[in-house]
């Protein structure tokens, strides 16, 4: 079970990783001015937010390690706080 985890939260890692990683070739290549980049980043989260106005995702949320163990997370909680942070 130990080792299961282990490759799960690599997987995890690495998927965050990728993510981010993607996120700025895709800025580097449409937008030069990295001042411009960092305010499109931020208008994508910020209107994810409006728009679902779901606060829940913003900061550390150590509120979603507690619901998985608990039984009580939903398989969109970390997926998108991995969209939130990685973008």
Do not use: H
Not at 25 to 51: D, H, P, S, W
Not at 61 to 76: K, P, V, Y
């Amino acid at each position: 079970m130990l080792v299961c985890s282990g490759v799960l939260f690599g997987l995890v890692t690495l998927l965050f990783a990728k993510t981010t990683k993607l996120f700025k070739e895709i800025y580097q290549a449409r937008v030069q001015n990295y001042k411009l980049r960092a305010f499109i980043g931020t208008a994508i989260v910020v209107l994810f937010i409006i728009v679902f106005s779901d606060k829940k995702y913003e900061g550390i949320s150590l509120w979603i390690t507690d619901n998985a163990f608990n039984g009580t997370s939903e398989w969109r909680d970390p997926v998108l706080k991995l969209f939130l942070t990685s973008a």
